[in-house]
């Protein structure tokens, strides 16, 4: 079985030969692999991923292109300061085992400024990443599932521009603003997610952080009236293009109750369910044939400072949970961060999958009492 026919199989809700697998790697640790595996990257960028196994793969585009805006010297303003071309502004922050880039700077931080703010062209600003989506189709395309992502979409791309203080501010003051801010970033990522739908990837992958650990960042009824709908017109415009495509939708923190909603706009596949505050096995017994569940290794705790044997047992453990019957893509559920032990647990990780990601799964169930957990 190729690994698209197992992607197919596994979001249909159908149990392929083995559970369908990739992870997400900061860069310092997929560098420090590419030099264990002596992998050429040079000609293929996704050469690593299917050296360790990877079954499905993508190349982003959109609101989400600005973190990778500190790697290209055209955007460099200033010491460690980057403009992407919506004019928000990023640095570098380095910490002892790697770093990661942060906005410093919103271009519609002043309300003033949105009357005469230019909205760039999506298909400009994404040219170099839509021509490497068509690359990676035509190389990868008939063996390997891909996926269209469109991450950090609507919401995002807006708090991007303005600023979530701000933004957060907006929804209680100034409703309609709002809504206006929405359209333009919508707008934006379907334009990008026509063309990716057009090109023929499998699944189409939009996300908004709506959700922190906690729960929602804004009111339910107030989700319901600013992003549900949106969701479910462009959801709904992607399957008039290609009624086959699936949709996966990222948000981190507690989405247990927004599910419903998402199934009703449309969405296939969630990632990550994010496992330290959400109930995963409930939300399979619930879902498990309305949605897909694309994760759910946990990387905060287990991947970034667990020991290998952990890893190992977390990986069982999701695999047990959400792989029975299909419906699962199994991968950390976030990026593997580059702490001390992130290289040795990646490995660990992979390990796991490739042993116990055969189907029939066989991992017995963990039963959970006040007192003690037990396989039985």
């Not at 199989?9 to 992870?23: F, G, R, T």
């Not at 707008?187 to 709506?210: A, K, P, Y």
């Not at 699936?246 to 109750?257: L, M, P, R, S, T």
């Not at 290289?343 to 999958?353: G, H, L």
Request: glycine share 6%.
């Amino acid at each position: 079985m190729t690994s698209k026919e197992r992607v197919l199989m596994a979001i249909n809700h159908e149990e392929p030969d083995k559970v369908p697998l990739d992870s997400w790697l900061a860069p310092e640790v997929a560098d420090e692999l590419v030099k264990i595996l002596n992998v050429d990257i040079s000609k293929d960028p996704f050469a690593l991923g299917k050296r360790l196994g990877n079954d499905f793969f993508n190349r982003a585009v959109g609101f989400c292109e600005g973190f990778s805006t500190m790697y290209d010297e055209s955007k460099k303003i200033g010491d460690n300061l980057y403009q992407d071309d919506f004019g928000i502004q990023w640095s570098y922050k380095r910490q002892q085992h790697g770093g990661y880039c942060e906005m410093v700077s919103h271009p519609l931080a002043d309300r003033q400024a949105y009357a005469s703010f230019k909205w760039p062209d999506p298909l400009v600003v994404s040219k170099v990443g839509l021509k490497e989506n068509r690359e990676l189709i035509a190389r990868d395309g008939k063996d390997y599932g891909i996926i269209g992502a469109v991450a950090c979409s609507m919401l995002e791309g807006a708090w991007y521009l303005r600023g979530l203080d701000n933004l957060l501010m907006d929804l209680a003051s100034e409703p309609d603003f709002v809504e206006d801010l929405l359209d333009h970033t919508m707008n934006h990522s379907l334009v990008l997610s026509r063309e990716l739908v057009r090109m023929g990837v499998d699944i189409l992958w939009w996300g908004d952080d709506f959700s922190v650990e906690s729960g929602p960042i804004m009111s339910p009824p107030l989700f319901r009236r600013m992003l549900k709908p949106r969701y479910a017109k462009v959801f709904a415009e992607l399957r008039g293009i290609n009624p086959r495509v699936k949709i996966a939708f990222h948000c981190d923190g507690k989405v247990e109750w927004a599910l419903d909603d998402l199934v009703e706009a449309g969405v296939d596949i969630l990632n990550p369910l994010q496992p330290d505050v959400n109930d995963v096995a409930a939300v399979k017994k619930r879902y498990g044939k309305k949605l897909s569940f694309w994760g759910n290794v946990d990387t905060r705790h287990v991947m970034s400072a667990g020991t290998a044997t952990q890893v190992v047992e977390e990986v069982k453990n999701v695999i047990r949970t959400l792989s029975p019957g299909g419906g699962h893509l199994l991968s950390s559920n976030h990026t593997i961060q580059a702490t001390p032990r992130a290289v040795e647990n990646t490995i660990a990780f992979y390990w796991a999958a490739h042993t116990f990601r055969n189907y029939p799964i066989r991992l017995q169930p963990v039963v959970q009492t006040a007192h003690v957990t037990r396989v039985v």
